[in-house]
């Protein structure tokens, strides 16, 4: 039976899910807030009034990139299962390394969407306001277009594809209220020009770290990388840097500006950046109405089991996640094409109506 489905999100998971919805003959339409699809591979250099990303008030940036950042998978374990991530020039590719930088990564998105239609089902400047399940088992969303102008459209079924990793974690610092630099998460964080000559310290040595502590090198003063994943006595120089110190993590923050580690070694800084990472449950599903929004946190928050999804009043809402330990896009376009990647439930966010 076809059906008529709004996707939630015009990112890597909400062009799979489009893409695989038209092959099996649905209708479809794919909602994006934004003036272009890619999701958070759209770079911008605008951040957030709040630099540490925990003022309720701020105005929301959506990408956390960096103009710096590449892809730490090679382009072959990337693609879809339908069009792989290989270099095709004919198409403007112009980064042709095989661990690109973000900007080829978005091509990539776009050019898919572009030959599989997926370009002429999506909405742009779009917001969804509110989801809602009505009484004929099927839903209403309800949207706001970039000239204010209000639809409604009822639907089937529900993919909700905008994630839910948005707000930023920040490391627990024991004085760091009293501490008087500045704090900033690497959400925030997009050039390191602004850091000239400042001695800067990075809160967490994964991925954002790894990345920001190199690009900071060449323009501030100091970095010092605090790690929990290294023994308290730590501090060493970092390899090819004369300025680069890898310490264990920060033990207290005090008023004079100085910063303790647990080795002991005491540094006067300037900023402290948290490369810490974001948590979920965020401004991403105050579109969801009260039985939506129960359900987005049964599946998200990790309790659900197979039964749940056997009731009918939401069998066809679905929201579309991956295991951070696998792949990003194959494993978005698996849970999109139903293949069964994974079994546990927590972590296969789409589940097709059986």
Not at 102 to 123: C, T, W
Not at 143 to 167: P, Q
Not at 224 to 238: G, L, P
């Amino acid at each position: 039976m076809f059906r008529h489905v709004a996707v939630i999100g015009a990112g890597a998971a909400g062009l799979v899910v489009g893409h695989e919805l038209l092959r099996e003959g649905h209708t479809v339409v794919v909602y994006e807030k934004g003036e272009q699809v890619g999701g958070s591979w759209i770079y911008t250099s605008e951040t957030e009034s709040d630099p540490l990303g925990v003022d309720p008030n701020r105005y929301p940036v959506h990408s956390s990139l960096y103009k710096s950042l590449r892809v730490n998978l090679p382009r072959e374990l990337m693609g879809f299962q339908a069009y792989p991530f290989v270099a095709r020039n004919d198409e403007g590719s112009v980064d042709l390394r095989r661990y690109p930088g973000h900007e080829e990564v978005l091509r990539y998105l776009q050019n898919f969407a572009r030959e599989f239609g997926v370009d002429q089902v999506v909405r742009l400047h779009t917001e969804v306001l509110n989801v809602r399940l009505v009484d004929s088992n099927k839903w209403k969303v309800k949207s706001r277009k970039k000239d204010d102008v209000v639809e409604e459209e009822t639907f089937d079924a529900v993919v909700v594809c905008n994630g839910h990793f948005s707000v930023p974690r920040l490391a627990q610092v024991p004085g760091i209220d009293s501490w008087p630099g500045k704090q900033m998460h690497s959400h925030n964080y997009r050039i390191p020009n602004p850091f000239q000559d400042q001695v800067v310290i990075l809160i967490g040595h994964y991925a954002s770290g790894l990345d920001i502590k190199r690009d900071l090198a060449g323009f501030a003063k100091e970095v010092h990388i605090a790690s929990r994943s290294v023994a308290d006595e730590t501090h060493e120089k970092q390899p090819g840097y004369d300025n680069m110190w890898l310490h264990s993590m920060v033990e207290r923050a005090n008023e004079d500006g100085t910063v303790v580690f647990r080795n002991g070694r005491v540094v006067s800084a300037d900023v402290i950046m948290h490369c810490t990472g974001l948590t979920g449950t965020s401004t991403t599903t105050l579109f969801l109405k009260p039985m939506a929004l129960l359900l987005w946190m049964t599946i998200v928050l990790g309790h659900c089991t197979s039964t749940f999804f056997r009731q009918s009043w939401h069998q066809a809402f679905h929201l579309l996640g991956y295991h951070r330990r696998l792949s990003l896009f194959p494993s978005l376009n698996s849970r999109a094409s139903g293949l069964p990647v994974f079994c546990l439930v927590e972590l296969c966010f789409l589940h097709k109506t059986r």
